[in-house]
Nanobody, 120 residues
Framework: QVHLVESGGGLAQAGGSLRLSCAAS?????VGWFRQAPGKEREFVAV????????FYADSVKGRFTISRDAAKNTVYLFMNSLKPEDTAVYYC????????????????WGQGTQVTVSS
């Protein structure tokens, strides 16, 4: 089991940027970012392979968010640009799905989440 800790959330204005970090206590393979807004289900945002060579994004963030990783630091980043109020949510990272990388139910190791609030 891997312990994950997210950081970097906060308040941003629409059009602004934030960088989220997901620090892992050990080696991880695929790492995904998800978000959950009040009253909504947790949704997929982005995922990155162990090597970092493969990434996938939700259509809602494609072209605005970038996922990357630093293997030496066991850390995965989510660079969020051109933020919109609808990006407001608690953002979670999760590692090593045993099924679909888009399905949060296939992930078993989760961080505690970090709040992102985008004002208009």
């Amino acid at each position: 089991q891997v312990h994950l800790v997210e950081s970097g959330g906060g308040l941003a204005q629409a059009g602004g940027s934030l960088r989220l970090s997901c620090a892992a206590s050990g080696r991880t393979f695929s790492v995904g970012w998800f978000r959950q807004a009040p009253g909504k289900e947790r949704e997929f945002v982005a995922v990155i392979s162990e090597s970092g060579g493969t990434t996938f994004y939700a259509d809602s963030v494609k072209g605005r968010f970038t996922i990357s990783r630093d293997a030496a630091k066991n850390t995965v980043y989510l660079f969020m640009n051109s933020l919109k109020p609808e990006d407001t949510a608690v953002y979670y990272c999760a590692s090593d799905p045993d099924g679909s990388w888009r399905n949060p139910e296939d992930y078993h190791d989760w961080g505690q989440g970090t709040q992102v609030t985008v004002s208009s």
